[in-house]
């Protein structure tokens, strides 16, 4: 996306549409001063002012003046909010989209689009990652790379896009969740352990076998990464068509997870169904776990040992969840590529000085145009 203009003056709202405490309203350009001036009928020049905004009927706002722009902070309802925007459109100012507004303030594309993309971290943790691109984390890696190359130093090169690779995965799940699916037959206490992963009653329990008909979801964070944990219908031959269509989403559902943790009930010793071993053979990712712990065993199924009802090794499990989401987390100050765009160029970059002979000179350009323009 382009620079903006300075040729016309602007608005931007910084805070989310809705109902929220506060509101902030970022103007700038070359009437903004003019603009405000005449609206904001507080004490005028100050940094931080209070005073009432528009004619009568007007509202008491804050106005802040920092870095060439102001920002007009004022109460969070929408009325008051699209109030303040329709009086400074009606005095000529063009609204922009707080995306624009990210790249204005921060010219450097990297740093714009870790700041973009700040805005949906869902985790303290994946927010401060970005933080850290935001400060030139990965655009120093970039930089590194790029003179490693003119260098010659090309095993250099190979080991640092390796490890920034490796990072990706990681990155692309800062600011969404990675999936976790819980498979298994009926009644093997599926929908009672997504409720003790998450502490609270999300999904419905009954002992009568097929209750779950749909996938049910809820996002939820271990050790400060985020997953969104489904639940799904329990696999087995359906005795109706309901069930049968809650045991094909449920079948969709687990092939697009990042994780398959199937559960096994310890106290019922039936064969494993042929759906459901197709998850420990192949596929996605999967984890076992062995539900029912408070319960006298009948059998001695692979996997974790847990009980819902206990809470009996669920911090283990969580342990083993992020684990195998995220077996190597990266270092505070790390370089992590966040956008799908990156791993992209990555991937490019690694196959031109993989090639033979390795081509130096387009690795190099491809590192450098993505330096002065990232996509999103």
């Not at 609270?200 to 996938?215: E, H, L, M, W």
């Amino acid at each position: 996306m382009p620079m903006l203009s300075d040729a016309f003056t602007w608005m931007a709202q910084l805070t989310p549409r809705g109902t929220g405490a506060i509101a902030v309203i970022a103007v700038g350009g070359p009437d903004a001063a003019a603009i405000l001036s005449r609206m904001f009928r507080g004490p005028w020049g100050r940094p931080v002012a209070i005073g009432p905004f528009g004619e009568s009927p007007s509202d008491t706002v804050v106005l802040v003046q920092s870095d060439g722009h102001f920002e007009v902070q004022c109460h969070g309802g929408p009325a008051v909010t699209r109030w303040i925007l329709d009086q400074l459109r009606q005095a000529g100012v063009r609204e922009i989209s707080w995306r624009e507004w990210t790249l204005r303030q921060f010219p450097r594309p990297v740093q714009a689009a870790a700041a973009e993309a700040l805005a949906e971290a869902l985790t303290l943790r994946t927010a401060a990652i970005l933080l850290d691109q935001f400060h030139g984390a990965l655009e120093e890696a970039l930089v590194g790379i790029v003179a490693d190359l003119e260098s010659g130093r090309l095993d250099s090169v190979r080991a640092a896009v390796a490890d920034l690779l490796d990072r990706a995965e990681i990155g692309l799940h800062l600011t969404k969740p990675w999936r976790v699916v819980l498979t298994g037959r009926p009644n093997v206490g599926k929908s009672s352990l997504i409720n003790a992963l998450l502490g609270y009653q999300r999904a419905i329990t009954s002992p009568i076998p097929g209750t779950t008909r749909d996938v049910l979801t809820s996002l939820t964070a271990f050790e400060g990464w985020p997953v969104e944990l489904a639940d799904t219908a329990g696999i087995r031959e359906a005795t109706d068509e309901l069930e049968s269509e809650g045991v094909r989403r449920a079948v969709q559902t687990r092939s697009s997870a990042d994780l398959v943790v199937l559960v096994l009930d310890r106290t019922c010793p039936e064969p494993l169904d042929p759906r459901s071993e197709d998850q420990v053979e192949g596929g996605s990712p999967k984890l076992i776990v062995a539900n029912k712990a408070d319960l006298p065993a009948v059998w001695h199924p692979p996997g974790l040992p847990v009980s819902a009802l206990t809470g009996e090794g669920l911090p283990a499990l969580m342990q083993a969840i992020v684990a195998r989401l995220v077996p190597h987390p990266p270092p505070p100050g790390a370089a992590v590529p966040f956008l799908e765009s990156h791993r992209l160029v990555l991937h490019e970059t690694w196959h031109g000085v993989n090639q033979m002979p390795p081509d130096v000179g387009r690795a190099a350009d491809l590192l450098r145009s993505w330096i002065a323009k990232t996509p999103g």
